[in-house]
Structures are given as C-alpha cells and as structure tokens.
C-alpha cells in the first residue's frame, strides 16, 4: 500500500476505518490535518499559530457557542396556539436489509462518523452530545428524545415511514411507540414513497428495494398504518390524522390513491384523513391532486444562494455544491411567501450530506443557531399570519438527519443551540403585550399617546401640551416600571402601561390601540420621545414634529376643530412630512407586501403617501383594520433596536398611512388647517422630506 493509497483511505473512508489497520493511524491523523488545507491544490501543513487563528475564527464564532443543558431551561416556556413538527429518521439501529447491503452492524451513525472535512472551515464530522449514538430499537431512546423536544417547544415528529408492496423497514420506533402508550409524544406518518437506491436520493440507479405501486398496494398500506392512525397520541388537525406522502408524483393515479385512503378510513373508522404531500422533488400543487396541504422542505424547492468566496480544497476530486446559510435565509426572509393553496413552511437548521455524498455533496457553510432562529420566527409569522389557529403548521427539517447536517438534537459543537434557537422562535408569541401600571383618568374626548423610551424627554411634551391650551387625556407606553414615577411627575392622571421593547414605538402603539380606541376619542396624538441617534440632527428634528403638532396660541384647537370638523380627514401630519412611498420604499419592500396581504389592502403601488417620523393626530375609527388584523409584539421579536430601515415597525410606519387613505380617508398636514405651511430646513437635513 503506496503513501497515496493510505491518504485516499484516509480521505474516503475516515479515521474510523483505519483502525482496522492501526499501522496506519498516525498517517491517517496526518491526511485528516492536512485535508484542512490547500494552496495551488496542494495540500499544504501551515503553522500552529494559523491553525488557533482558524479556530478561534470558525469554530469560537459567537454565533456558534452554545447554550448548555442547565442554562437553555431558562427560557420562554409560554403556550402557543402554532404548531411545529420536525421530520424524524429511524434509521438509527441495525436491521437485517442494511446489513446485508451495506455491511453487519450499518446504521446512519456509520456514515455520520466516517466524514471528514472536504475544504478548510467545513465543519465534519457533526458528532451527537447528550443522547450519544444511540440505538432507536430501543423505546427508552424515544422517551429522551420526546422529552428533550417537549422541552424546547417542538410539538411532534413526522417520522419517515418505509413502506414497500407490503414490506416495511425501519418500523422498530413506531412500533415501539405504539406499544408504550406512557411515550405521550405526537407523530405523524410521512411516507417515503421513492425507491431505495445506493446513491441515497431515490433515483433508479442500483436499486435495493423496490416501490411497486397499485390499487391493492394503496389499500394494503392504509389498512397497515391505520393502526397508528388511530391512536389516541397521533397527531391531528381538526381531529383529523394527518398522513404525508413524500414524492405524489411517483404515485400512478396519487388523486385515485388519496380517495381510496380516505374511503377507507371513513368506511372502516369513521375518520377523515388530513392529507399533505412534501414539495420535495416536485412542487405539486396538492388541490390537484385532492390533498388538503404542501409542505415546503428546504433545501430542496428553495433558492438558495452560493457560497461566492473561494474555498481551499485540498483534493482536486471534490465536485460539491456549497451555499451559504445566512445568505439563503436573508433571501427567503426578503421574500412574500403566497400560495393560491395551503402550504405550512418549512425550514432547516442547516444542511450538509457529506456523510452520504462525500465529495460531491450539498454544503450550507456559515449555518448558525441564530439565522435559523430568524428564519423559524418569519415561517411561524407567516402562517399565523395567513391561516387560522388550527392550521398554522411549520415543519423542521429535521430532528436528527445526522448524515444530511440537518439536526436539532445536542451536539458536540453546538450543544443545546439549535434547540434553544428553536425554542426563542416558538416560544414568544402569545406573552402579554402590556401591563397596566396606572390606571388614570378618562375625562376629555382627545387624547394623546406617548411612548417614553427616553423617560427624560417627558418634560418636554409635557411644557409643550400646556402651552398648546388643549385639554387632554394621557397615555403613555413605558419599557421600564421604574418610569411610571417619572410619568405621573407631570400627569399625575395619566394611564400608564409597561410593553415589552420591542418594534420601536410602533408595537406599544399597536399594543394599546385597541383600549384606546374603545373610548370614542374624537382625535388622539401619536408622540414618541425619539431622539433618532443615527442622525446628526435627531433632537432637532423631534422638536420640529412636536411643535408642528402641538403649536400653541390657539393655534393647535384651531386646527383639530377644522381636522375633527371634515369628515374626509383620517390623519393629520406635520408639514412636509408625507412623501410618497416609491421614494422611500428602503429595504421595506417585502414587509409592506406582508402587510398589504395581512390588512387585506389593494396593491401598494408606491403612489401611496406616509407620515414620516411616525407622529401625527388621528380618528380612531381610521385604524379599524388593526383590530380585526392584528399585529402583535411577538410579531417584532426580530426587529433590531438598532436598526434605521427594513424592519417591520418601519414597513408599518409607511403602511399606516395606506390604511387610512384606502378607507377614503385623507390625510392633511397642519399648516394647510393653520394657513401657514412651514418646511423643516435644518443644515443637516437628508433629503429625506420633499415639496408635495
């Protein structure tokens, strides 16, 4: 054996391999650490200051570190009204099949364990953590694994289920599943209709085992999986089993098996089946073929986006396809995820199948805890935003794909991470928008709203409200109770609320609306204590807005009696602050389609005006719509405190004023009510406001 012929042993079958011949360990180690890196295709030793820089850069990454088991249980364990499923292998214990055609003993940990890195930064093998390389032929595996997923919020599995003419492999966990009825943990069924090949992606190259479908067959499968169907543990919509078929469009008649299914079901069990199919291969629309949902399943149908710096390769052989994580994720969240038919989203932790592919594999470099929990957050936004409770289904991919680098289980590098960025996605949602401090007084029929991030800009307004002669009621969103003194300083009658800080001034104001709008107001003004620290001019700006909308001498009840007094006004904004949004769309785009789609709003053709700066006098009954389409705190759970654009409080800013105006409102500024129109003209000035 030539020097070459143990470095490519090294290199295909992984260290694990060479400890059939322990001679060969240390050349093996060696060809690992040099697999690491490349120069001129040609692998290359560099230094061991080089090799902790490496590490120190890739491996101790802030976005990688993990949370361990004790810290992770400090989380947001709140109910929530979605529902999340991860796909689940059972691959993971021996069976006579896979020994006989992939060696004694094979399970997807052989494959797992024998990948090496194909490229400097890849990060193989993925190795597992708390529950190590475990054997699902037995129950007790299943008990952790339930009970670790319970903990962080995932609802059930979708267990991939081998059915081939009447044989079953890899049925040992259901079936054990099935006869522990302690296991008190959901499933559903997802039948992996493909061929069984040895190139692991179903094509019809060396086929192991067969599909052969029919009539018969359809009948044989329902009557044979009914019995997990029916168990009181199975997961349901509506009550509703649901059954998920992998590939549809393998099935010869797939709209005729369906049928058959449920004729089956309703005539023998008295149930309806709830019917999905998987947008793997084909992107089958499943009201065609009689089914009641899709299920997106990245990577596969979504467009991801390649990995563009080069990569040190240390074999010319290598043929892989490489992505980027963060990349794909920021293009799918810059999506509008629609469909004229159900679909339940889908997302993935990461992806990588060089245990099965090697070096022709599929790569997602750069994945990380905190992008997939973005990601997870914008699919469970989307469907509880598009589909009522009982439908609002979001799907992992997966629970434990080892070998395809799809995992939420604990892992050596990641620890608990996955799971507790799974858990901050799901957990958020239904928490209380806000807290009442002090319940104040009610007695006038205007009224301002305040949100006080910056507590000592309060003083301010409150010399401003006086001198602008108006009798009004207070209410003021706080982020700290602390605050609440600092309020009743200057309204001792004000009606105070604690809100989480999130989404700006934007999610308190939405959090409260619907209380104030209960009061019948004739007309509320919109303030927050901005002070816009990106900008050079930020105080000088506020001021502008404030006194524009709270002038004094008389000036400010003469412009709400005219405003209250026009049954066409909805809002009224301080001048030269309402251009037209095709000026300033930002990198709002794809959060006003959401929100056109959410408040059921006509096109947004960028015509429309808003109201920049977000403070301005309203009717209530102009914002209706928010009520019957609510956005909620948990809504905002992403949106960065820092950011200037792109965030959905910001797509919200330049949506309100398309609420009012498709409603037959319109919005006028002060100084045309005053006879007076002003321009704000300080120095520093962006451009941002222009001539109407």
């Given amino acids: 054996m030539t020097v070459k012929d143990i470095f490519v042993r090294a290199y295909n079958k992984g260290i694990f391999a060479c400890k059939k011949y322990p001679f060969l360990m240390p050349f093996c180690r060696l060809a690992r650490r040099i697999l690491f890196y490349r120069h001129q295709k040609q692998a290359q030793l560099i230094s061991e200051a080089e090799m902790i820089a490496w590490n120190r850069e890739v491996l101790m990454n802030p976005a990688y570190c993990h949370k361990s088991a004790e810290e992770s249980r400090v989380m947001y364990k709140k109910p929530h009204t979605h529902q999340v499923l991860a796909f689940y292998l059972p691959q993971f214990h021996a069976f006579p099949e896979n020994d006989q055609w992939w060696g004694k003993g094979f399970t997807e940990w052989t494959n797992v364990t024998k990948c090496t890195p194909q490229f400097v930064g890849h990060e193989q093998p993925n190795l597992p953590a708390d529950l190590g390389f475990y054997d699902l032929s037995h129950s007790k595996v299943m008990y952790q694994q339930a009970g670790l997923a319970k903990q962080y919020g995932i609802d059930g599995f979708c267990v991939y289920y081998y059915w081939f003419a009447g044989k079953t492999l890899m049925e040992t966990p259901l079936q054990n599943w099935l006869a522990e009825p302690e296991l008190d943990f959901p499933l559903c069924l997802c039948w992996a209709n493909e061929n069984w090949t040895r190139r692991w992606d179903g094509q019809d190259q060396e086929i192991l085992i067969a599909q052969e479908h029919s009539d018969e067959d359809d009948l044989a499968f329902i009557k044979h999986v009914a019995q997990y169907l029916l168990d009181p543990r199975y997961f349901t919509v509506d009550g509703n089993p649901v059954l998920v078929v992998y590939y549809p469009s393998l099935l ?79 293009h799918i969240l810059n999506e509008t995820p629609k469909t004229h038919y159900y679909r339940a989203r889908g997302v993935m932790p990461g992806w990588d199948n060089s245990p099965r592919r090697q070096h022709n594999a599929s790569v997602f470099v750069n994945s990380n805890p905190d992008d997939f929990s973005k990601w997870l957050h914008d699919a469970i936004l989307t469907m509880r935003w598009q589909y009522p409770k009982r439908e609002q289904l979001t799907f992992i991919n997966a629970w434990n794909e080892w070998a395809e680098g799809a995992f939420l289980e604990p892992s050596r590098r990641l620890g608990h991470a996955n799971l507790y960025a799974a858990s901050q996605a799901i957990h958020h949602w239904d928490q209380p928008c806000k807290t009442l401090l002090s319940e104040g007084l009610q007695k006038h029929d205007k009224a301002i709203i305040i949100h006080a991030y910056y507590s000592d800009v309060l003083e301010q307004i409150a010399m401003l409200v006086e001198q602008s002669e108006l009798e009004l009621d207070v209410w003021v969103t706080v982020s700290k109770p602390d605050d609440v003194e600092e309020v009743q300083k200057y309204w001792p009658d004000a009606r105070v609320y604690q809100v989480p800080n999130l989404g700006r001034d934007v999610a308190p104001f939405l959090a409260v609306y619907p209380e104030l709008k209960s009061h019948a107001y004739q007309a509320v003004l919109k303030l927050h204590t901005k002070k816009s620290l990106h900008r050079e001019d930020g105080n000088e700006w506020r001021d502008y807005l404030y006194n524009q909308l709270l002038p004094d001498e008389g000036k400010a ?80 759970f992403y949106d960065q405190s820092n950011q200037t654009d792109g965030s959905l409080a910001h797509a919200l800013e330049r949506v309100f004023g398309v609420i009012v105006t498709q409603q037959g409102y319109e919005i006028e500024q002060m100084g045309n009510l005053l006879g007076e129109s002003k321009r704000y003209s300080a120095t520093k000035w962006s451009g941002f406001l222009i001539d109407d």
């Avoid at 009201?287 to 080069?310: M, N, S």
């Avoid at 794809?590 to 920049?612: C, Q, T």
């Fill in 252 to 330: 010869p008649d797939v709209k005729a098996t369906g049928q058959r299914w449920r004729d089956y079901m309703q005539a023998h069990h008295q149930t309806e089946l709830h019917l999905m199919c998987v947008q793997s291969r084909d992107m089958v629309d499943p009201k065609a073929i009689g089914f009641d949902g899709a299920i997106e399943f990245p990577p596969v149908g979504t467009q991801t986006q390649p990995h563009l710096a080069p990569l040190n390769i240390p074999f010319p052989g290598y043929d892989g396809y490489v992505r980027d994580y963060p990349q794909t994720v920021s």
């Fill in 557 to 636: 009840q003469q412009a709400l009696t005219e405003f209250i007094g026009n049954s066409n006004y909805g809002m009224l904004a301080p001048d030269g602050h309402t251009p037209a949004l095709k000026y300033f769309w930002g990198s709002n785009q794809n959060w006003i389609k959401r929100l056109e789609l959410r408040f059921d709003l006509s096109a947004i053709n960028g015509d429309e005006v808003f109201v920049a700066g977000t403070m301005f006098w309203f009717k209530p009954e102009v914002f209706a719509s928010l009520e019957s389409f609510p956005v909620q705190c948990g809504d905002f």
